[in-house]
């Protein structure tokens, strides 16, 4: 199972402020924590919101409105995220407890989402199993 911890934006990390010298090694560690358990697929931070466009669909068939940054309310934002592969949800949350305070101001705030499995079409999983089957029996 695939999952992202969301770290959500702050007044600092809006204001471009970095997190603490401190909080930084905090995190240095604990991404290597993951790395090493061999569960951290990916780990990216943002820009603020100021370097960025919203875009709204208002009408489902029109154009979508765009609404160029600083967008508004800095803790619905996101800041950076990380996505870790673990065999349970309890797994997922026991690493996202162990997770530092992303900016060390004590504004700091994780959202932890299941991100979803692909759909596969078993039609199509069937008919490629078939002709692969076939191929293997023409020798090609």
Not at 1 to 8: A, D, E, G, I, N
Not at 102 to 106: A, E, K, L, R, T
């Given at each position: 199972?695939?999952?992202?911890?969301?770290?959500?934006a702050s007044r600092h990390s809006e204001a471009g402020i970095h997190a603490?010298?401190?909080s930084r090694a905090a995190l240095e560690m604990f991404l290597q924590e993951l790395d090493t358990a061999g569960i951290l697929l990916t780990y990216e931070m943002l820009y603020p919101s100021n370097n960025g466009l919203q875009l709204t669909f208002p009408d489902p068939n029109g154009q979508p409105a765009m609404k160029s940054g600083p967008l508004n309310n800095a803790q619905e934002l996101?800041?950076?995220y990380t996505v870790i592969q673990v065999e349970s949800e309890e797994e997922a949350i026991a690493w996202?407890?162990?997770m530092p305070d992303?900016?060390?101001?004590?504004e700091g705030s994780i959202e932890l989402r299941r991100i979803q499995d692909p759909v596969v079409n078993n039609s199509h999983a069937l008919a490629y199993g078939m002709e692969n089957e076939l191929k293997n029996q023409l020798g090609l």
């Open positions: 199972m695939r999952y992202v911890l969301l770290t959500k603490s010298q401190e996101i800041a950076g996202a407890r162990r992303p900016n060390g101001y004590g």
